[in-house]
């Protein structure tokens, strides 16, 4: 019996001026990588001098050629910070207020939000116009009015004065309610055929829906919250309540000398828990950023 030799398809040759208009490609790729890699570049050089400078001293840092490595005085810039302004105390401030103000902020614009988007209730126009028109008023015009409140109430210097008044968020509010208008009203009121309640389809239905939206949400006002000076350098009286915006400011004194590398190393550090918060939720952060951009 003659054995069968297996016929190996031909393969078709690719012409060379496909090649070549590949070649030309890659290569007209190349000036638009470059010109990113150096943009990248530029964006990431102030915080790798920021970190590279919390290692080092005063003199080191106002040297010249400037030192481009780490060095050896990042403990003792953090004892100094530390027996400065009690670091762990200033750092569990910013934290728990952040943390509370933000699940809080969340929770109004989530619930304001789909009031909004999924309830017919007279009046809800005009105060959905209230509400955007409040975007425009500067924070800085409701200090003010914000300290005497507070002092009334008897809530200065307190976690309270620093948490109370970033629970509603007109912006978060906005965006909830145009995410939540987007969202099938068929969806929601087959639940409620299932015999769901209102606190139910909130919290079963609409919550895993808009998760990206209510993360991306949630990081902005985690960085707004850590990074708030103006209202806790008003609020707040007393050093064990300062939150790390105001603890380093009080570092840099007019009659004496400022310790920029406590100040630095600090500074370094206070990025920290918002680069931790991004890299656990840049899934849904980008999801939701992107979330508007599939639709139609």
């Known amino acids: 019996m003659t054995p069968v030799t297996p016929v190996t398809p031909a393969v078709p040759a690719v012409p060379a001026a496909s090649a070549a208009r590949v070649g030309r490609r890659r290569l007209r790729g190349w000036p638009m990588t470059l010109v990113l890699a150096a943009v990248t570049g530029l964006s990431i050089a102030p915080f790798y001098w920021l970190v590279v400078s919390a290692t080092l001293t005063d003199n080191e840092i106002f040297s010249w050629p400037p030192h481009l490595l780490p060095g050896s005085h990042l403990g003792e810039n953090l004892r100094h910070l530390q ?3 009690g670091l762990g105390r200033v750092v569990l401030n ?3 207020v952040s943390g509370i103000q933000t699940v809080g902020a969340l929770v109004v614009a ?3 939000g789909y ?6 209730f007279r009046g809800r126009t005009v105060l959905f116009a209230v509400l955007l028109s409040t975007l425009v008023v500067p924070d800085q015009v409701m200090l003010v009015p914000l300290f005497k409140m507070m002092m009334s109430f008897g809530l200065l210097d307190s976690y ?3 948490i109370l008044p970033g629970l509603c968020v007109p912006f978060a509010i906005f965006l909830m309610r145009q995410a939540l208008s987007s969202m099938p009203d068929e969806l ?4 409620r055929v299932d015999g769901a309640g209102e606190l139910r389809v909130l919290f079963g239905v609409v919550v895993p829906v808009m998760r990206p939206v209510l993360a991306a949400l949630g990081i902005f006002l985690f960085l707004g919250s850590w990074n708030n000076f103006v209202w806790p350098l008003i609020a707040l009286r007393s050093p064990e309540m300062h939150t790390m915006p105001v603890a380093l400011a009080t570092l840099q004194g ?3 000398n400022t310790d920029y590398g406590p100040i630095l190393a600090g500074t370094a550090l206070s990025t920290l828990p918002m680069m931790v918060l991004f890299l656990v939720l840049q899934r849904q952060f980008i999801s939701g950023l992107l979330a508007g951009a599939t639709k139609g």
């Open 188 to 191: 929601l009121d087959a639940a």
């Open 83 to 85: 027996d400065r302004v």
């Open 115 to 120: 009031a909004f988007a999924k309830f017919r």
């Open 254 to 256: 007019m009659k004496t």
């Open 110 to 112: 989530l619930l304001a």
């Open 94 to 96: 910013s934290l728990l």
């Open 160 to 162: 309270q004065a620093l």
